[in-house]
């Protein structure tokens, strides 16, 4: 409901209703002043604001405007040009924009502030102006009023006429002046539906002024933002038209860090620690060396990323000789002795990996140090496979058995490095190695006795398991299911070297006792895992892959210690045949060509006794078309009494890529797992039919064993399948991919041939001959 109107009749009545109507517009106008005075301070918030908003865009334009690409390379194309241009163009527009919010600011105080507060003053002021003059009018007429009533009628005539008289002038003072209040009130009541009004209209249109003044910029901006998004867009398409190619060499550079290198000036360059004297003892600085071969130049120059960089003078010296340090000669590993023409002394330098070692001396034309022929191989204080080796080990085994089976933190808990020191001096020492009955006396500690026992394995030359052996090892235990990983690493414990096989054996009855105690030691299969892992399959290089396998080396050891009366005491499941290999690979290429790692394993592994070994041992050392000959033959024999009926093998049966380890002695022995003891056999195209009741039911015959022409044993061969090369010795093919001068490689299941002038292994059955 609307305010009823106030008439002019009534403030000569000055009755009840209209007093209560005159208190309605009066609550009315003090209303409005409230509002109007909330609403000037809102505004010049809301100005201040948008003053701190403008100058907020301002500063980011500004940044924007500073900030300059850089793109990869010596030239840009035109969308890498569009997107660095867009900062700035970014920037321009956001300045315009503010330019004009600026504006709008200035205007707004004088459109809407002034306005309002003109309006409130001046209106609304001048109504309180005239209430007050009312009221106190109002007050002044009926106090007159109610005296004049109380005059006596006993008065003189002429008085009571002159009061009356006075009366009908306060009344028409009264009336004159409650007349102007209502007009003022009924003036300020219309007034404000467009004084008030106006102001925020005017204040709006001005908002509307600089929202279209950003329209307009838009508009002039679309044909640049247009461009730029098609940059934008042709730039992310190229990125991930590269990204896999880059992902791809990535991944070739982590595999194969030393093929991919970019071309240098230097014959060799890369970080070495330097020995160098201190007035405290010698310290190992990092250096980045280069070494350049015709000018015989090392450049040395201390460089540390942990310290901040640089850390002193650049180094030349003339090269005289570099020579490789004795293991037994220096506390640190991977060391070679550098001499220089311009520098008195002898530079001890020490690499960071065996294979980095050896490309530095290969690049410096090293030599290898001189041994004394007379020495035997059994250094003294260092830990060997011997007799006495066995020794400390079954006194290490026997004490805790007897004396400590039960102790918590078996293994675990580590013992005081200068006692375990002690114990191995005594142990070691021939004169009492020798007394193999002697026990170990009670006052060592079980938990010196244990750090013993790993301290020596780790004092080994290598790992009880071998270097050789890890990566296969490793491969095993990341087999799919339990079965596969027990059967792989039973046939792979059974190609270590006798002793070693038998110190694991050992090791493994003794940990399997100790996990049987679990609850009261504590040291369950998995504990055990996690303390021997690291000691037994230790990898050749700490690298950051082998980080990563240590949980695989766990698994390992746990496999080993719960079938270690099955791996030690029985014998691996034969290996499968090459008909075998074939099959199974013709069945699965229906669906897809098999991948590098599902190459097929061809390895023949045969129980052998001492008269085949010393057999083999003359066959190694015979001319290659015996070796052929015979091992064909003594194949065939052996499968056919050793291995089931070809036709009886599971169809389903995955392909193996063959197992070959890191490097290999020149001259294996006899009884090296690394010897050859059979030829290498190429691959049929197809699966030879084979018989289950003939007695050459073997897709092997001895004609097809060797080479057709067995006075040329270098021959061509073609790929059946793709492959990609694991390790920098082994060649990457495609199907149909045609090799040279291939022939028979040390490493079983491995031919070797030539590829585009490359010499390099290929897996046996992925070719066939020509």
């Known amino acids: 409901m609307g305010l009823p109107a106030l008439e002019f009749s009534d403030c000569c009545l000055d009755s009840p209703h209209f007093r209560e109507t005159l208190k309605s517009h009066e609550a009315e106008l003090d209303k409005t002043n409230k509002f109007i005075k909330e609403l000037i301070k809102d505004g010049k918030s809301l100005i201040s604001a948008l003053k701190n908003l403008s100058s907020a865009k301002r500063k980011f334009a500004d940044s924007l405007n500073e900030f300059k690409f850089q793109c990869i390379g010596d030239a840009e194309t035109d969308d890498e040009m569009c997107i660095a241009r867009s900062l700035q163009e970014f920037a321009t527009v956001l300045r315009n924009l503010e330019d004009e919010r600026i504006r709008m600011i ?8 002034t306005p309002l507060e003109k309006f409130r003053k001046e209106q609304i002021g001048a109504a309180k102006e005239a209430k007050k ?40 003072h009264f009336y004159e002046v409650s007349l102007e209040y209502v007009f003022k009130v009924q003036e300020v009541q219309e007034r404000k539906m467009f004084e008030f009004v106006e102001p925020l209209l005017a204040f709006l249109q001005g908002l509307f002024t600089f929202y279209h003044h950003g329209y307009e910029l838009a508009k002039d901006f679309s044909d640049f933002k247009l461009q730029l998004t098609i940059s934008i867009q042709n730039t992310r398409n190229r990125f991930e038209g590269t990204r896999s190619e880059v992902e791809s060499l990535m991944k070739k550079m ?5 093929e991919h290198k970019t071309i240098s000036p230097y014959t060799m360059e890369g970080y070495l620690y330097v020995q160098e004297k201190r007035h405290f003892g ?9 070494y350049q071969r015709d000018s015989k130049q090392i450049t040395m120059v201390p460089f540390d990323q942990k310290s901040g960089g640089k850390g002193g003078e650049d180094e030349s010296v003339t090269l005289k000789s570099c020579t490789r340090r004795k293991t037994d000669s220096i506390e640190k590993r991977f060391c070679f002795d550098v001499e220089a023409v311009d520098r008195p002394g002898v530079i ?16 410096m034309d090293g030599r290898e140090p001189v041994y004394n022929s007379n020495k035997d191989n059994q250094t003294e204080g260092t830990a060997q496979l011997d007799t006495i080796g066995f020794s400390i080990i079954k006194k290490c085994i026997h004490a805790v058995e007897t004396r400590g089976i039960n102790e918590q933190g078996l293994y675990r808990i580590v013992g005081v490095n200068s006692r375990v020191q002690k114990l191995l001096s005594i142990l070691m020492d021939p004169k009492t190695a020798s007394e193999t009955e002697t026990d170990i006396c009670a006052e060592w500690e079980i938990k010196t006795i244990t750090s013993a026992l790993k301290t020596y394995l780790r004092m080994l030359p290598g790992p009880l398991m071998m270097y050789q052996f890890q990566r296969s090892f490793i491969k095993a235990a990341k087999l799919e299911n339990q079965e596969s990983r027990v059967s792989e690493i039973h ?42 892992g690291p000691t037994l399959l230790r990898p050749q290089e700490e690298t950051v892959a082998a980080i990563m396998d240590i949980k695989f080396q766990n698994i390992v050891i746990e496999i080993l210690i719960e079938n270690h009366e099955k791996i030690f005491n029985t014998v691996p499941d034969m290996p499968l045949t090459n008909a075998q290999l074939h099959l199974s690979l013709k069945k699965s290429s229906d669906s897809k060509p098999p991948s590098c790692s599902e190459r097929p394993l061809t390895l023949f592994h045969a129980m052998q006794s001492t008269e085949k070994q010393e057999q083999r041992n003359s066959i190694i050392n015979s001319s290659l078309e015996s070796v052929i000959s015979s091992n064909a033959n003594s194949i065939l024999n052996s499968s056919s009494s050793l291995q089931p009926n070809m036709n009886s093998s599971d169809p389903d049966l995955d392909v193996l890529k063959p197992t070959r380890p890191n490097s290999l002695p020149p001259n294996p022995s006899p009884t090296s797992p690394l010897s050859p003891s059979w030829p290498m056999f190429s691959a049929p195209s197809s699966p030879m039919p084979t018989s289950s009741t003939s007695s050459d039911s073997s ?12 006075s040329t044993p270098f021959r061509k061969a073609k790929a059946l399948y793709a492959c990609k090369a694991e390790h920098d010795s082994e060649l990457s093919f495609t199907a149909g991919t045609v090799f040279d001068n291939v022939h028979p490689s040390q ?18 059955n992925y070719v066939e001959f020509l």
């Open 133 to 172: 003059k009312y009221d106190k009018e109002t007050e002044k007429y009926y106090g007159v009023l109610e005296k004049h009533l109380n005059l006596s009628s006993k008065k003189k005539e002429s008085q009571l006429q002159e009061a009356d008289s006075q009366l009908d002038v306060v009344r028409q």
């Open 282 to 290: 010698t310290s190992w600085v990092k250096h980045y060396c280069t």
């Open 491 to 532: 046939s792979l414990v059974h190609r270590l070297p006798e002793k070693n096989r038998q110190m694991l054996q050992l090791l493994m009855n003794h940990l399997a006792n100790v996990a049987k105690n679990h609850k009261q030691n504590l040291m369950t299969v998995a504990n055990l895992g996690v303390v021997f």
């Open 348 to 363: 001890t330098m020490q690499a960071l990996s065996e294979e980095d070692r050896r490309l530095w001396m290969e690049a």
């Open 254 to 258: 982590k595999e194969n860090p030393l």
């Open 747 to 764: 490493e079983p299941g491995w031919l070797e041939g030539t590829l585009n002038g490359k010499t390099g292994l290929i897996p046996e």
């Open 106 to 113: 200035e205007n707004a105080s004088d459109v809407l502030i």
């Open 699 to 710: 897709p092997i015959r001895p004609e097809e064993a060797v080479h057709e022409d067995s």
